[in-house]
DNA sequence: GTGGTCTAGACCACG
DNA sequence: GTGGTCTAGACCACG
């Protein structure tokens, strides 16, 4: 998997690399139990701190997206727990998107596909 | 049009104040036209500095949802304009809200279903 | 002479009206010795204090753009002071302006040919 | 490079800095990829508020100009974004110059040879 | 009365 | 060390 920064994103890059990690899940990139990068290897291909690379990876164990050992490193989980409900933050950045594209004359359906787009068939 | 603050919220104050007044826009709490509170007002109100308020004003304006002027104050423009198109960033971060709901089991049609209530039947 | 003000415009409004005044004696819009409206005429016109109109008046006749008198209100200078070179704000300004064109892409003769059409065939 | 306040200029200090850095930027006194001084050396050479050099930055970068991050501080962009026409208050501008340059008898081909002087030969 | 600018000073997250 | 945010308070031009 690819990771690639946007260095004039205002996202910070550990944001920057754990959603990337995390929307490769999603969209099947990373497949269940796949092994992740160590951090060192990640944060050299990358050209940036090994501290950046492993506050993405802690966010991510803390959220239940990965898990680690001492043998293995880092690996996908494949029970990632199902809450079955979206945050109230990402309820509210999702209306700020739809507000925003909206009043830019965006077409609801437009939206729509790519939420289709994003979400994938399955 | 009340504004409320997440203190909480690692999303800026000033951003939160912007991102309420442009969902207010869209969603018709705000009418075009319509005066919003001075910036003296709006901080005696929710208890926050004038510069604040005043520099959420001021990226509203020049995102081109507000006018000001120095004898009326802040009000909403009446032609927004519309580029037509999502930006790139807000692309990215609806990827990522779809990826986390979907990883936490939330069915497509829910996500839709959010998604034409914030865009309301217009 | 219509004068216009572009209200999302930060320039103030009596500026804005000092400004169409220069601009209108330099393309003979208004004529030498022409007469200009009075305050109050022109500040009811627009639908703004007279004190605004007043301001830019009073700013012109300073500059020595125009001259009044009690009897005939405002009129156009027929001998309006050429001093023979640009004020260092007014060179200072257009660097600015040709600096951000040439950054955006805007090719030399396209700022060329707009100052030949604004300095007219005289 | 260095950056020069003109305390009397009823152009804010901000706005100063910020034209001064775009202008430094086409005349290539600022490379692309170049190092700005950070946000508090400037301030300090300046003899200014932090906070004033910060919204010059925030401006720049809003504009396209310059990229912050919080480990290498600002940089000039190495792909400014050319949008290929001039904003309508800048057209105004260069009207406003103009015409004031006409009034006072400076000759239409001194003011094409400051532009060229300032778009330079490139 | 209004928004806009600026200061001095503090604290914060990122890296 | 860096930019970003926020406060408390002051002053200003515009209208």
């Given at each position: 998997?690819?990771?690639?920064?946007?260095?004039?994103?205002?996202?910070?890059?550990?944001?920057?690399?754990?959603?990337?990690?995390v929307m490769?899940i999603s969209d099947g990139?990373?497949?269940a139990g796949?092994?992740?990068?160590?951090?060192?290897?990640?944060?050299?291909?990358?050209?940036?701190?090994?501290?950046?690379?492993?506050?993405?990876?802690?966010?991510l164990?803390m959220e239940g997206y990965i898990m680690?050992?001492?043998?293995?490193?880092?690996?996908v989980r494949s029970n990632i727990e199902k809450q079955g409900n979206m945050s109230?933050?990402n309820k509210?950045?999702?209306?700020?998107?739809?507000?925003?594209?909206?009043?830019?004359?965006?077409?609801?359906?437009?939206?729509?596909?790519?939420?289709?787009?994003?979400y994938g068939?399955k």
């Amino acid at each position: 998997m690819i990771i690639r920064i946007d260095e004039l994103s205002d996202v910070p890059i550990y944001q920057q690399i754990r959603n990337q990690i995390v929307m490769g899940i999603s969209d099947g990139t990373l497949a269940a139990g796949e092994q992740l990068p160590t951090v060192r290897a990640l944060a050299l291909e990358m050209g940036i701190n090994t501290m950046t690379v492993s506050k993405a990876y802690q966010q991510l164990k803390m959220e239940g997206y990965i898990m680690t050992d001492r043998k293995n490193g880092a690996r996908v989980r494949s029970n990632i727990e199902k809450q079955g409900n979206m945050s109230e933050g990402n309820k509210t950045e999702l209306k700020r998107i739809v507000s925003e594209a909206r009043l830019s004359g965006v077409p609801k359906q437009e939206i729509i596909k790519l939420v289709e787009k994003f979400y994938g068939g399955k």
